[in-house]
């Protein structure tokens, strides 16, 4: 029995009170940290290593050093990137940096947006920086007869205003043991990831219930830039009942006025009209970055 087996048995022998009890515990130590992380924040530092967050010694390694700190080159992510830092500790680490700036829209993680190719593909924007990760099935088993890549690993670009700092081919970053074992977990039907700490358009767009929740809360953003989704409102009125054009220039102005959603105005005005919506990422939300086939 190979080490997946193993995982995968383990899995499925949980019982549902394990699960819970397991989530709730990772749910308390995933909030802690981010507490840690926003509080170390908040002082300009790095909650990892303590130092302030423009700090470099090419000695003392730590993820905020995909932050640019002052004197960095791209030679030293070569020895760096050659350990296992860890995927998901890392994802998660630009995914708190993207929320703690703009919640939600700084994060494209849309399986519908993702490459057929790979089995995970994120872009995630803090500033003027701009991380995308993904890796596809020859990067999990290796790309074989390389050389410096026949082993687990995963791909990064980052730009910085735009420009490429590291590109996805300059590395191939080993996955961790533990990386492996969640990337297994994954594949299982019944296991679901949230980012509940910083969640991202994947979250809103394509969980109903989240969905549901921030529509309830949703007020119209002051201009475009600062929108996290968009939605797109087809109106149909009952056979007989038109809606007249001066009805929907107050309704606008009313929405202008008190934030509050067309859509929403709408139906509070015309409860009998039928309102379809369609939702689809702001246009400030960043592009998902692929990598291009050699
Ligand atoms: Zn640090
Ligand atoms: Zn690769």
């Not at 390694?61 to 990137?81: A, Q, R, V």
């Not at 596809?136 to 735009?162: C, I, R, T, W, Y």
């Not at 797109?232 to 056979?239: R, V």
């Not at 929405?255 to 409860?271: A, D, G, N, Q, W």
């Amino acid at each position: 029995m190979n080490k997946f087996e193993d995982i995968k048995n383990f899995i499925n022998n949980l019982t549902p009170e394990e699960i819970q009890e397991g989530n709730r515990e990772q749910e308390t130590e995933n909030k802690r940290l981010y507490l840690e992380f926003q509080e170390a924040y908040s002082k300009g530092c790095c909650s990892l290593c303590g130092m302030k967050l423009d700090y470099f010694s090419p000695d003392e390694t730590c993820f905020h050093w995909f932050l640019k700190p002052s004197g960095i080159k791209k030679k030293y992510f070569k020895e760096y990137l050659s350990e296992d830092i860890g995927f998901f500790k890392l994802e998660s680490y630009f995914r708190w940096l993207a929320h703690i700036e703009k919640p939600f829209r700084n994060i494209n993680d849309l399986k519908s947006e993702t490459t057929e190719s790979k089995l995970l593909e994120t872009t995630i924007k803090y500033k003027n920086i701009e991380w995308s990760l993904n890796y596809g099935k020859s990067d999990l088993e290796g790309h074989k007869n390389s050389k410096n890549a026949n082993f687990p690993h995963f791909h990064l670009q980052m730009l910085v205003d735009g420009l490429p700092f590291i590109r996805f081919n300059d590395f191939h970053i080993p996955f961790s043991k533990e990386d492996l074992f969640n990337i297994e977990l994954l594949k299982e039907e019944n296991v679901l990831f949230q980012n509940s700490q910083a969640p991202g358009m994947t979250d809103i767009l394509e969980n109903p219930e989240m969905l549901e929740k921030i529509d309830e809360h949703l007020t119209v953003a002051e201009n475009e830039e600062d929108a996290s989704v968009h939605f797109g409102t087809m109106i149909k009125m009952p056979e007989g009942k038109t809606m007249s054009g001066d009805k929907i220039a107050e309704i606008i102005e009313e929405s202008r006025r008190t934030k509050k959603t067309v859509r929403h105005l709408m139906k509070e005005h015309f409860p009998e009209a039928n309102i379809v919506s369609e939702v689809t990422p702001a246009d400030g939300v960043p592009e998902k970055k692929k990598r291009k086939k050699r």
